[in-house]
């Protein structure tokens, strides 16, 4: 087992729950200083994931101390292009979570975001859903990208899409919100397809969640049944990739990725190309000069672990054993 860092980073945690930001919530908790979630439309409408980002801290006991700032109900210029087909209507799939009895706060997104970037020093912001809310913050404070350490994003792909044969969901659905990002000058990590696509779970993940008997493995577990459904009919296979968790971990466990850096454009025209990261991989002087760490490599088996654990028992629980061979 990776445990993790005596020293934990501290992440805002940008997100659209979401079956997977679910999980990496659940990771933000176990393995970060989560300061504060900030909720975007993507998978589902502002509303809902706003709603699902509350219940799910809620179950995960951490209600009390991790706010949630609602931000853009839309991107800033594309259609709204949501993904209920994957996470139903509601976001969290078959997962049926009480009502959250604490609200969302007043104070919105790009406010939250820009006023922690003062306030904290060395803040990570992890962006897994749309890049709305970052892009919003960047263009009403530009210096926001000096102050942050990083910005790590679960977006793009290199070699291919799932929205479209070369665009991923999140950067596909506010294509303009990306380039301001990856235009920025801050410290960008991409966790794209390439990488997420290695870190997988389906029935047997799904078997252990629900054997820890907690709220929260139980949540798990059937995040994971609906989601192995569906790509069983979607893929012809029962294990999906775990997109979003790989962005924290990334950040709360950085060894086990490795990055390169690259010239990364986002293209904003074109019926076949809106949307599509385009990522240099030239070298010597026909290359572009970097603009983001590219995730290449994963420890995935650990990865896989890790989410396991943050997902499996509530916070403060003595961590599991580990579940690698």
Not at 9 to 23: Q, S, T
Not at 125 to 145: F, M, Q, S
Not at 146 to 152: C, F, Q
């Amino acid at each position: 087992m990776t445990a993790a860092p005596r020293t934990r980073p501290p992440v805002l945690l940008d997100c659209d729950p979401g079956i997977d930001d679910a999980f990496a919530i659940l990771c933000a908790l176990r393995y970060t200083h989560l300061l504060a979630v900030t909720t975007v439309s993507g998978n589902v409408g502002l509303e809902a994931v706003t709603r699902n980002a509350l219940a799910v801290l809620e179950l995960a006991g951490a209600d009390d101390r991790v706010p949630v700032h609602p931000g853009a109900d839309g991107p800033l210029l594309a259609e709204r292009n949501h993904a209920a087909h994957v996470h139903g209507e509601g976001g969290l799939g078959a997962a049926d979570l009480p009502s959250p009895r604490r609200a969302q706060q007043p104070e919105p997104a790009v406010e939250a975001i820009l006023r922690l970037s003062h306030e904290v020093d060395g803040l990570t912001l992890v962006a897994v859903g749309p890049l709305t809310n970052v892009a919003l913050a960047l263009r009403t404070d530009p210096a926001l990208a000096d102050r942050l350490a990083g910005i790590v994003l679960m977006g793009g792909a290199a070699d291919g899409g799932n929205v479209t044969p070369v665009a991923e969901f999140n950067v596909h659905a506010d294509p303009e919100a990306a380039a301001v990002v990856f235009g920025s000058g801050a410290r960008v990590t991409m966790v794209g397809l390439e990488l997420t696509h290695q870190v997988r779970c389906g029935p047997a993940e799904a078997a252990l969640l629900r054997a820890a008997a907690t709220p929260t493995g139980d949540l798990g577990a059937t995040l994971l049944e609906g989601y192995s459904r569906w790509h069983l009919e979607d893929h012809g296979t029962p294990d999906g990739a775990m997109h979003d968790p790989c962005a924290v971990l990334a950040v709360s466990h950085p060894h086990l990725f490795g990055a390169v850096p690259r010239h990364v454009v986002v293209e904003l025209a074109g019926t076949h190309t809106r949307g599509m990261t385009v990522v240099d991989r030239r070298t010597g002087s026909g290359g572009g000069a970097p603009n983001a760490a590219v995730t290449e490599t994963v420890d995935a088996e650990a990865v896989v672990a890790l989410l396991l654990e943050a997902t499996a028992r509530p916070l403060g629980d003595p961590p599991l054993p580990s579940t690698a061979s």
